[in-house]
């Protein structure tokens, strides 16, 4: 992908910036970020380890049709994946590597969306006892989908919000209107309900994080026992609820995804990918 970046910025066959408040420049724009993303691909499918395991076919178009046809709408990327997938560590990635780039960015977790259920904790003495009773707290119907739907729009077009904080401590609290979100032109959005029924469709690029099995499990054990101080026994049970929430909830999402990528990508590949994207469209004579 250097080898790219590099042919890139040294060419001397280069177009002249489009004027982007023009319907024709945004046109244009689109055409060449459509024969850009197509070098990507190719490129990507020689590799040894791809990232790209799927890719919708019509995404580039319809993408660069929404530029055309609405430029001043805020770009919004969802990206989901069953738990411990890497769709955390891939979103972090994507923001430090945004800002490094000095473009503006957002980062939003769904997980801040979860119900409050502090008063079914309390009843049940922990959330333990209420997961075994079984409480399905992955579910949409835990999650506050109406108001994730409204900030998305409402970020989407250019406000900021305040969005709640979900406070993963075991207590189930959630602290309403809590988090200053701020809406800039690129907005990341992470978590299992991005794609969900009723909030999938408002974002522009939709990411499905995709990782074996028991890869996933070393990775949920290994946090639960050395970073959530869980014992071995309760880290299995909840790890066997997470499975089974995750082919429900999680795993019909993936058909909805713009792009499924390998959650064990190396990262330094995935940060030319997108070092390459910023180049394309910012180097103009």
Not at 92 to 98: Q, S
Request: hydrophobic letters at 35%; a neutral charge; proline letters at 4%.
């Amino acid at each position: 992908m250097q080898l790219l970046i590099d042919k890139e910025l040294n060419s001397n066959d280069k177009i002249l910036k489009p004027d982007f408040n023009s319907r024709t420049g945004r046109e244009l724009l689109a055409f060449y970020l459509q024969t850009k993303f197509k070098q990507i691909v190719s490129y990507d499918k020689r590799c040894d380890a791809p990232i790209f395991k799927e890719i919708n076919p019509s995404f580039i178009q319809k993408f660069t049709r929404r530029l055309i046809t609405n430029p001043h709408k805020r770009i919004l990327i969802g990206i989901t994946g069953e738990s411990a997938s890497g769709k955390s560590t891939i979103c972090r990635e994507l923001k430090n590597l945004i800002e490094q780039l000095s473009m503006p960015v957002s980062v939003l977790s769904t997980d801040n969306y979860f119900n409050d259920i502090s008063e079914l904790i309390k009843k049940y003495g922990d959330f333990d006892n209420l997961r075994d009773n079984g409480y399905d707290i992955d579910s949409p119907a835990n999650f506050q989908l109406s108001l994730l739907k409204q900030d998305l729009i409402n970020l989407s077009e250019g406000n900021n919000i305040k969005a709640p904080r979900y406070i993963p401590n075991g207590t189930g609290v959630s602290v309403p209107q809590s988090l200053d979100i701020q809406s800039d032109k690129l907005i990341v959005v992470e978590g299992i309900a991005t794609m969900y029924e009723d909030v999938k469709d408002i974002f522009d690029v939709k990411i499905y994080i995709e990782t074996d099995l028991d890869t996933r499990r070393r990775r949920f054990m290994k946090r639960a026992i050395e970073e959530r101080n869980q014992n071995e026994i309760n880290a299995q049970k909840q790890w066997d609820y997470i499975v089974d929430a995750g082919v429900k909830y999680v795993q019909p999402g993936r058909s909805s995804a713009d792009f499924v990528l390998d959650g064990n990508v190396n990262l330094k590949y995935f940060d030319k990918i997108l070092e390459y994207i910023h180049t394309i469209t910012n180097n103009f004579q």
